[in-house]
């Protein structure tokens, strides 16, 4: 049972154009959210993060909206730059155990010049 | 960068055979993780640890374990190795109360044949 969702496995935005990449979870116990990012050949760094408690969380050009109601969250990257290509994970965790991130599946992100 | 070094960086090996992946960090971080990334699952958390010689099963753990006997090293062995565990392997380190993000080694490449 997939915890954490991200239904759209490939996106491609123009450079300078806005890129919003979704996220799905079913687990209310989730109170932490994470996005990472991870270009070939890498591992994944860390690129924004929300907690619970919150419903945005802006850091220059990459801002994370969180609607708990709905399960949602989404990250918005404006402007897209063609550096932003690679694919963006989305993680949940329960703050309180253990740190254990659960992963959706990715989704891949071409900006094109 | 966080200080995480994996160890083989690439690994060919026969089915049946047992292997051991090395993590070792330099950060003193309490937590280490071992996830694996497959096409279509994103990445899957096989085991953790909370400390030396405390660690706990994640959500594919079957056919693997793991060791910890010092702060700075988390090892993942498979057992008898199976075409199944062809994957790329990511070792990981968090703190809690610092940093709740996790940080990511470089992967490891293990081809099963």
């Known amino acids: 049972d997939q915890q954490v969702k991200q239904n759209s496995p490939s996106l491609s935005v123009q450079e300078g154009r806005i890129s919003i990449l979704n996220c799905d979870y079913t687990?209310?116990?989730?109170?932490?959210f994470l996005w990472y990012k991870k270009y070939p050949a890498e591992g994944p760094t860390f690129l924004i993060s929300?907690?619970?408690?919150?419903d945005k969380n802006e850091d220059g050009r990459f801002t994370v909206f969180l609607n708990k109601s709905a399960k949602h969250l989404s990250l918005h990257i404006v402007p897209s730059q063609p550096g932003d290509s690679a694919v963006y994970f989305c993680a949940a965790m329960v703050y309180n155990q253990g740190g254990k991130l659960i992963f959706g599946q990715g989704t891949e992100l071409s900006v094109k010049p | 960068d966080a200080g995480i070094t994996q160890s083989p960086r690439h690994k060919v090996t026969e089915t049946g055979t047992p292997v051991t992946l090395r993590c070792h960090q330099t950060e003193n971080h309490r937590y280490m993780y071992w996830y694996r990334q497959d096409p279509g699952h994103g990445l899957r958390l096989i085991h953790y640890?909370?400390?030396?010689?405390?660690?706990d099963k994640g959500e594919v753990s079957d056919g693997y374990s793991v060791s910890r006997s010092k702060t700075e090293d988390f090892l993942l062995t498979l057992e008898s190795a199976t075409s199944s565990q062809t994957s790329v392997y990511f070792c990981a380190i968090s703190e809690r109360g610092l940093n709740t993000e996790a940080f990511f080694g470089q992967g490891t490449r293990l081809t099963v044949v």
């Open positions: 929300i907690s619970s408690i919150k």
């Open positions: 640890s909370y400390g030396v010689k405390d660690t």
């Open positions: 687990n209310s116990m989730f109170d932490y």
